[in-house]
Nanobody
Framework: QVQLVESGGGLVQPGGSLRLSCAAS????????MSWYRQTPGKERELVAA????????SYADSVKGRFTISRDNFKNTVYLQMNSLKPEDTAVYYC?????????WGQGTQVTVSS
């Protein structure tokens, strides 16, 4: 069982930056693949970025490559999403996901709004 709590969302101007955090409960955080998804009303939840259990490999959606960076601190049981050069199209609720084998967990989401 893993509980995930996202934070760091808010309102930011186009071109600005935000850093999202996802804090996980328990002592098994280091075995999970961690991912960030985002979703807007009426659309499917979209994979934004993922990082392996050791933090040595990452992947990104084409729409955020070069702008977003996913990282993790296994000692703090936390995964981060650094978002730079934000665009209005990045506006969404961002969700943290933890997955390993048959196990899959979601956070409650945090709102990111990019607007002038």
């Amino acid at each position: 069982q893993v509980q995930l709590v996202e934070s760091g969302g808010g309102l930011v101007q186009p071109g600005g930056s935000l850093r999202l955090s996802c804090a996980a409960s328990g002592s098994t955080f280091s075995r999970y693949l961690m991912s960030w998804y985002r979703q807007t009303p009426g659309k499917e939840r979209e994979l934004v970025a993922a990082i392996n259990s050791a933090g040595t490999s990452t992947s990104y959606a084409d729409s955020v490559k070069g702008r977003f960076t996913i990282s993790r601190d296994n000692f703090k049981n936390t995964v981060y999403l650094q978002m730079n050069s934000l665009k209005p199209e990045d506006t969404a609720v961002y969700y943290c996901n933890a997955g390993f084998s048959i196990y899959n967990y979601w956070g409650q989401g945090t709102q990111v709004t990019v607007s002038s």
